[in-house]
């Protein structure tokens, strides 16, 4: 195991991060300065690898790697402004990096470069696939009062489909998890008896964190930054949704309400009928199929309807969550391993954009764009400008917020709706291509020019 240091100003990113290493066996220590990267290289503390951003807001990443050097302390270095062979090559040889990478990175192939830094050989990682999924997955059929639970050997394809429908018997006894949780296929081959055995603890790295110093956008952010494949579990009192990425885009959205269920989802959107459902839903009992397969065979949608009402699905989940200030998220490397899925692959940036426009009202907006408050595009987004689907308006309005300008002179200027144009003000600020800065120049601002 290595003892690992994080420096990373983006605290998701971080969070991301630091969860990874701890599922391969290693301890990580995360700070979001560089003057607190120097602070944790007191006479006690002992770090076996350190990543460092070279974008920190108060200090140089350079002056991080010098102390890291002195300390003999082996580094990589990231960054999402400093770029091409000229960067990397004095991040290495003048300030002693071991290696550079630039966002947005693998984070399999930065984390196999802190573990070589280290020292460490690397850990198989279906060695602790296998722990970790197993406990994560106790935890959630335990919640659930779910007493046996049988899986098979994963298939190789990820993609989505919403699981079996459930009977309306049993929508009225509980709100049981419709989830690939209970059904989907896993690592490790034999029964589950949960009842039968005490329940282990979860590791700590998969409580995540609390929804209050962050939001769901920042944190699909940091899944696109990092490229990164696995779960996002997001919980808010009894309500559970979990979100699955592969290379940092969404490709499956799940939620253990009942209405949030592709069959009633379809229902809700007028796709079915309340008599075409429970005719699916029968069927695939009778058959041991998922709902959206027993659609199929029925003749009730086509597979161009069903995947277009999957996106929606999934989105809507997403969505929901987007308002969410309270309850927590944690982390899993876990990957969607159903071959015999619709496959899906949705942009978290456009996600995002369009999210805050259905979701957020225009009182929420109005408190949270002030009219006084000026954006200015930020230095390292996790999003190219190309990769977002901007409309002309929203394009002319992002083109606008140069700093100089004040919510209210951006609105003054643009031909959108006050809504609509606070909610895409809104939705750049969420996705990292926008921020507020601070006016009063000092010595420790951030460095926008130079290592």
């Not at 459930?166 to 929508?171: A, F, G, I, V």
């Not at 008599?275 to 009778?286: F, G, V």
């Not at 083109?399 to 750049?428: C, H, N």
């Amino acid at each position: 195991m290595a003892r690992l240091l994080i420096v990373e100003d983006n605290q998701e990113l971080a969070s991301l991060i630091a969860t990874v290493a701890q599922t391969r066996g290693h301890d990580a220590l995360t700070v979001f300065t560089g003057e607190a990267a120097l602070e944790s290289l007191g006479p006690t503390a002992r770090f076996d690898a350190a990543l460092v951003d070279l974008l920190l807001p108060d200090i140089r990443g350079s002056e991080v790697l010098g102390a890291l050097r002195a300390h003999a302390i082996p580094a990589i270095a990231v960054s999402g402004v400093y770029k091409g062979d000229r960067f990397a090559q004095e991040a290495i040889q003048v300030h002693g990096a071991r290696a550079f990478f630039e966002k947005p990175f693998e984070l399999d192939a930065v984390m196999d470069a802190l573990e070589e830094a280290a020292g460490v050989p690397p850990v198989p990682h279906t060695e602790l696939l296998d722990e970790v999924d197993l406990l994560v997955l106790e935890e959630l059929v335990e919640d659930e009062g779910v007493e046996e639970l049988t899986v098979s050997e994963p298939s190789s394809e990820p993609s989505v489909e919403a699981p079996p429908e459930p009977s309306p018997e049993d929508d009225e006894i509980s709100e049981s998890l419709p989830l690939p949780f209970a059904r989907r296929d896993a690592v490790w081959t034999e029964a589950v008896p949960t009842r039968e055995r005490r329940r282990r603890q979860l590791p700590e790295w998969s409580l995540g964190g609390d929804l209050k110093h962050t939001s769901v956008p920042r944190l699909l952010n940091a899944y696109y930054e990092a490229r990164h494949h696995g779960e996002l579990k997001l919980r808010q009192g009894t309500v559970l949704k979990v979100v699955y990425f592969e290379a940092g885009r969404v490709v499956y959205a799940a939620s253990n309400l009942a209405p949030e269920r592709f069959g009633r989802f379809c229902l809700r959107k007028g796709a079915l009928t309340e008599a075409q459902l429970a005719e699916a839903t029968a069927y695939a009992r009778e058959h041991t199929l998922r709902t959206g397969d027993a659609l199929l065979k029925r003749g009730l949608l086509s597979p161009s309807q069903r995947r277009r009402l999957l996106e929606e699905q999934v989105k809507d989940i997403l969505w929901s969550t987007f308002t969410w200030t309270e309850g927590g998220y944690g982390f899993s490397p876990m990957r969607p391993q159903r071959a015999d899925l619709v496959p899906l692959s949705l942009f978290p940036g456009d996600l995002i954009v369009e999210g805050v426009t259905r979701t957020e009202t225009l009182v929420a907006l109005r408190q949270r764009m002030a009219p006084g408050r000026r954006l200015f595009p930020t230095a390292d987004p996790p999003y190219g400008l190309h990769e977002l689907k901007l409309a002309g308006p929203q394009a002319l309005l992002l083109a606008f917020a140069d700093g100089t300008k004040t919510v209210e002179d951006l609105l003054a200027l643009t031909d959108l709706s006050e809504r609509e144009a606070l909610a895409t003000l809104r939705g750049l600020e969420l996705s990292g291509v926008l921020e507020e800065r601070q006016q009063t120049p000092n010595r420790r601002q951030r460095i926008s020019f130079g290592l």
